[in-house]
C-alpha cells in the first residue's frame, strides 16, 4: 500500500499544469526537445549548456579546453553603431548573461514543432529571464496552422502588429500570469547545392518564439534604452574639420531604444498607438494570399 501512494506522489510531482509528465531534458544538444512550455526560469542554464551548444561566433573552439570558459564572453551587450560612435555600452547597467547555441537538429521544441537555435537570457546570478528561439517552416500553410493552433491554447492574444507586409513580418503577443510570449514571422530565401551537383532553392518561412519572465519585463525593457549625453564632441566622417556637439545638429533623440531578440514590439509606443492603420494585422482572409 505504501509503495502505491509512493508511486502515485511521484506521479504527482512530475505533472505540469496541464496534467502531461514532464521529461524536460536538462542538457542541451541534438534532438534535446527541451520544451519551451516547460520553462519556470528556475533552470540551470551551467547544466543546460554542460556539452558546450555554443554560438561559433561567441566562442573560440581552438581554447584550451581543460580551462572553464569565462563569464567576461557571455555578458549580455546589445550591438549598436549609435552607442559605438558615443563610446557607450548597451546596457548601460549590467543586466546579465547570453548564452547563445549554434545550429542544433531538433534542439528545442512546443509541441511537435521544434527548433534549433535557443538564446537564454539570465540575471547576475544566471538565472534565466528571457528564451528565445528560432525555426523554419517549409509553407507558409504549416506556419499558420502553428500560430492558429497556439492561438487555441493560449487565448486571445494582448497585441498584434503587421511589422512589415514585404517579409510576412507579423508580431503576435499573449500576456500570461508568469509570462509574456511573443511570436513573430518573416520570410526569406534560401539555397542549397548537394554533393552530387543538384541544389535547391525557394521560399522559407521563420518563426521566433520570444519567452520573458514577467517579473523582469521591465528590467529587460531599460536594458535597450540608450541616453545620449548632451554634451559631445564628434568629428566628420568626411570632413574631419567638422566637429558636431549637439544632437540636433546629428538629428537624433536623446532616449533611443536599440533593438535585439529580447525586446517586445509592444515596447514602441508606435506600434501601440497606430495612428495611421499601418500596424494593423490583415485579417484571415488577407494572411492566407
Not at 3 to 29: H, Y
Not at 37 to 56: G, R
Not at 136 to 156: L, P, T, V, W
Not at 226 to 242: A, H, M, Q, R, S
Amino acid at each position: 500500500m505504501n509503495k502505491l501512494i509512493l508511486v502515485f506522489a511521484l506521479i504527482l510531482i512530475s505533472c505540469n499544469e496541464k496534467g502531461t509528465i514532464i521529461n524536460q531534458p536538462t542538457i542541451l544538444d541534438e534532438n534535446a526537445g527541451f520544451d519551451l512550455e516547460e520553462i519556470t526560469f528556475n533552470e540551470d542554464v551551467a547544466k543546460l549548456f554542460s556539452k558546450n551548444p555554443f554560438s561559433y561566433s561567441d566562442v573560440d573552439f581552438d581554447r584550451d579546453t581543460t580551462k572553464p570558459i569565462p563569464d567576461s564572453i557571455f555578458k549580455y551587450k546589445i550591438e549598436s553603431y549609435l552607442a559605438e560612435t558615443f563610446k557607450l555600452t548597451i546596457p548601460a547597467k549590467e543586466l546579465g548573461f547570453l548564452y547563445k547555441t549554434r545550429e542544433i537538429d531538433s534542439l528545442a521544441r512546443i509541441g511537435n514543432q521544434y527548433f534549433d537555435r535557443l538564446f537564454v537570457l539570465t540575471n547576475l546570478e544566471k538565472k534565466p529571464i528571457a528564451y528565445y528561439a528560432e525555426s523554419r517552416f517549409d509553407s507558409k500553410k504549416d506556419r499558420d496552422a502553428f500560430i492558429k493552433n497556439f492561438k487555441e491554447m493560449y487565448g486571445q492574444t494582448k497585441y498584434e502588429f503587421l511589422i512589415d507586409s514585404s517579409f510576412d513580418n507579423l508580431s503576435y503577443q499573449w500576456d500570461l500570469d508568469t509570462r509574456i510570449i511573443q511570436i513573430e514571422t518573416s520570410k526569406g530565401f534560401s539555397m542549397s547545392a548537394s554533393s552530387d551537383g543538384t541544389s535547391k532553392s525557394g521560399e522559407y518561412y521563420r518563426l521566433d518564439v520570444l519567452i520573458i519572465d514577467n517579473a523582469q519585463k521591465d528590467a529587460i525593457y531599460k536594458a535597450h534604452i540608450l541616453e545620449l549625453p548632451d554634451k559631445f564632441n564628434i568629428k566628420g566622417k568626411v570632413d574631419t574639420n567638422v566637429s558636431y556637439t549637439n544632437l540636433k545638429e546629428l538629428g537624433l533623440e536623446r532616449t533611443n531604444i536599440i533593438e535585439d531578440e529580447f525586446l517586445l514590439h509592444s515596447y514602441f509606443e508606435k506600434y501601440i498607438k497606430n495612428e495611421y492603420g499601418e500596424y494593423t494585422m490583415p485579417d484571415e482572409e488577407q494572411l492566407e494570399k
